[in-house]
């Protein structure tokens, strides 16, 4: 177990010397996951005492979701804690029944927001275009007879999870036709085909997957076996010919008898989570810890935060080159007491940098 939490440690460490990781999704959710074991008590904290922390501190904006590297430190480092820490993968949530219209749709569908397109929900073929990105729109623009939904699914965890919550959600969904572009080393397509033939195992890792973390966190088996029973999958991986696909869907179509499914509803995590609408708060708590006032400096482009007492005493200076380490660092140092305060901060720092970047005039909103 030691080896395995040094082999841990020292891809995390690698990978964060590397300016692209750092400013990678991927290393940004290895940290995430790695502090979310730590603080649920299934990794000994004295394994990795300072590691998050230190990784913390040295990632950057996140530029992109995943460069696809050859090597990807983050992906072998978590794939290392699923591999030590079984019930890693596994959400504990408590089912609920979701109502269904007896025309076999949600009134609000698709439940899980994503990037797709719907055609009309009570047609019975779903494609996904892996990582062609225009392929979707280009399908609905024909108009095709039997497509419900299209959209892209470029990551073999997430990605994946949304199309799985949203065809069980709508039982008029029998097919399936994976298409478009494989997305490099993650490979959301073949992950895709191999959850309808292979299923997952018992840390809800897809069998046989080549993508590198196709670790389904947010969904349950109940879940995955009414996705494998309720539709047929096509594999039309690395195919961008738009005719060749709605072929395939108006032969899918041809194949569907009336039926109302109504009773088979599975529910999805999005209803099994509480939801909360936000409001406007007008009455706003003074942080007891005082206030900022940030000044973008575009000619020596840095961003100046001056920290002051809430009887205007001047407090501090803080310089840095972005929102990022400078809320970090006002964060770290327990400057504010107050989660709003924070939030706050958080938004107009990133303002802040938005108008450094683009040579816009930035002017603090209120808080």
Known sequence: MDSAYKQIQNELSEGITL?????????????????????????PFEQFPDLVQTLSDKMLPIKYDCLGCEHCYPAVAENLLYDMIPDAAIQNVTCNQTEINCDNTPEEWPPVPGEYFVYNSS?????????SPDLAEELIKKEPEGLCIAGKTETENIGIEKVVQNIISNKS????????????????????????????????KVINAKGRRPVLKNLDKNQIEAFRNQIQVFDMKNCEDVDAILQKVAECADKVQSSCDCNELVDVSESRLEKIVAQNIEKVVLDRYGYFVIIPQQDKNRI??????????????????????????ILNNGWVSQMSHAAYLGKELTRAEFSLTNRTKFIQDRA
């Not at 990781?21 to 299934?42: A, P, T, V, Y």
């Not at 205007?312 to 080159?321: A, F, P």
Request: glycine share 6%.
């Open 19 to 43: 300016k692209k990781c750092r400013h990678c999704g991927c290393m940004e959710s290895s940290i995430n996951s790695l502090q979310s074991l730590i603080s649920e008590n299934k990794i």
């Open 123 to 131: 047609n019975p073929v779903a494609v996904s275009t892996l990582a």
């Open 304 to 329: 100046i935060v001056e920290h002051y007492a809430n009887d205007n005493t001047l407090l501090r200076v803080i310089e840095g080159r972005n929102a990022r380490e400078l809320y970090l660092t």
């Open 173 to 204: 969904i029998k097919f399936l036709i994976i298409a478009g572009n494989e997305p490099e080393k993650h490979f959301s397509g073949d992950t895709l085909f191999s959850i309808w033939t292979n299923g997952v195992d018992e840390n809800m």
